[in-house]
């Protein structure tokens, strides 16, 4: 079945780093669209940034650009999110996402409706 994995959250000070993993299983893992989305206490998901796999665009949150990175490893059907400098408005449960249907991203990225595979989430806590 269909899996999506994530991995690497934690709790960091204002400034620090942190690379999240999000490794998928289960599908052909090619052409699609995979986003790393998060949800902060009392927030509605937000997307924060997406990839096509397989290609080079890439799409990121006005809230996040300059700061994090999305990258693939496709041998290992691994989606990364390097972030850094940190910053509290930056915590909470983050999650990769996956449109096994799509041919890749759209400019509509950010709406979580598109995505029918989730991860179970893992936990972002910046504090200063």
């Known amino acids: 079945q269909v899996q999506l994995v994530e991995s690497g959250g934690g709790s960091v000070e204002v400034g620090g780093s942190l690379r999240l993993s999000c490794a998928a299983s289960?599908?052909?893992?090619?052409?699609?669209?995979m986003v790393w989305f998060r949800q902060g206490p009392g927030k509605k998901r937000e997307g924060v940034a997406a990839?096509?796999?397989?290609?080079?665009?890439?799409y990121y949150a006005d809230s996040v650009k300059g700061r994090f990175t999305i990258s693939q490893d496709n041998d290992k059907n691994t989606v990364y999110l390097e972030m850094k400098g940190l910053k509290p408005e930056d915590s909470g449960m983050y999650y990769c996402?996956?449109?096994?249907?799509?041919?890749?991203?759209?400019?509509?990225?950010?709406?979580?409706?598109?995505?029918?595979?989730w991860g179970q989430g893992t936990q972002v806590t910046v504090s200063s």
């Open positions: 996402a996956a449109d096994t249907s799509s041919i890749g991203c759209t400019n509509v990225w950010q709406a979580p409706l598109l995505y029918n595979y």
């Open positions: 289960g599908y052909r893992y090619s052409s699609n669209c």
């Open positions: 990839i096509n796999i397989g290609g080079s665009t890439t």
